[in-house]
Antibody, heavy 118, light 107 residues
Framework: QVQLVESGGGVVPPGGSLRLSCRASGIIFKTYVMHWVRQAPGKGLEWVASISYDGSDEDYVDSVKGRFTVSRDNSRNTLYLQLSSLTPEDTAVYYC???????????WGQGTLVTVSS | DIQMTQSPSSLSASVGDRVTITCRASQGISTYLSWYQQKPGTPPRLLIYGASTLQSGVPSRFSGSGSETDFTLTISTLQPEDFTSYYCQQNYRTPPTFGGGTKVEIK
């Protein structure tokens, strides 16, 4: 079955950096567009970034442009999100998700919590 | 960016009720609209994609309709496990924006 497993979350001070990982299994990872979506505590869902199947194209929400970088290693079936210049507003659970038909996000990881606090 | 306005933000209903949630896009998005269900402490679950196609494994009491700017999610007969939060998302143009969510509560 499809599994997406995130890791790398934790507590980081303002201005700090972190790298999140999402390891995929049960899918031909290299054929799918992948996304990161976050959810601040008690809030709704916010799309963060996406990357094309071969890593040649990336997109970001305006609030993270220049601070976050999405990448992938298809040989390791792994998606990454490099977070830098973090602010308390970046505190959230970060989910990775696989894009399916009509661009719906059909499989999600369990999420990893990033807390930005001094 | 395309804004997604979801309503109501919350509603109270009883088991067996018919429930409708609406989502309005700030511009036409064809049928590039998905609906998700999210229970506390768990990731979202895709219910419907392409505005009206039921994701595999989703009960048939869920249905979606609409196109361009106006969309609805209907739960025909509310079950106890359906009392949770729902989100729409447009997938037409980047960034793929979400609605603010609807919390379905027990009356």
């Amino acid at each position: 079955q499809v599994q997406l497993v995130e890791s790398g979350g934790g507590v980081v001070p303002p201005g700090g950096s972190l790298r999140l990982s999402c390891r995929a299994s049960g899918i031909i990872f290299k054929t799918y567009v992948m996304h990161w979506v976050r959810q601040a505590p008690g809030k709704g869902l916010e799309w963060v970034a996406s990357i094309s199947y071969d890593g040649s194209d990336e997109d970001y929400v305006d609030s993270v442009k220049g601070r976050f970088t999405v990448s992938r290693d298809n040989s390791r079936n792994t998606l990454y999100l490099q977070l830098s210049s973090l602010t308390p507003e970046d505190t959230a659970v970060y989910y990775c998700a696989k894009e399916g038909v009509f661009r719906g996000l059909d499989f999600w990881g369990q999420g990893t919590l990033v807390t930005v606090s001094s | 960016d395309i804004q997604m306005t979801q309503s109501p933000s919350s509603l109270s209903a009883s088991v067996g009720d018919r429930v409708t949630i609406t989502c309005r896009a700030s511009q036409g998005i064809s049928t590039y609209l998905s609906w998700y269900q999210q229970k506390p402490g768990t990731p979202p679950r895709l219910l419907i994609y392409g505005a009206s196609t039921l994701q595999s494994g989703v009960p048939s009491r869920f249905s979606g309709s609409g196109s361009e700017t106006d969309f609805t999610l209907t739960i025909s007969t509310l079950q106890p496990e359906d009392f949770t939060s729902y989100y729409c998302q447009q997938n037409y143009r980047t960034p793929p924006t979400f609605g603010g969510g609807t919390k379905v509560e027990i009356k």
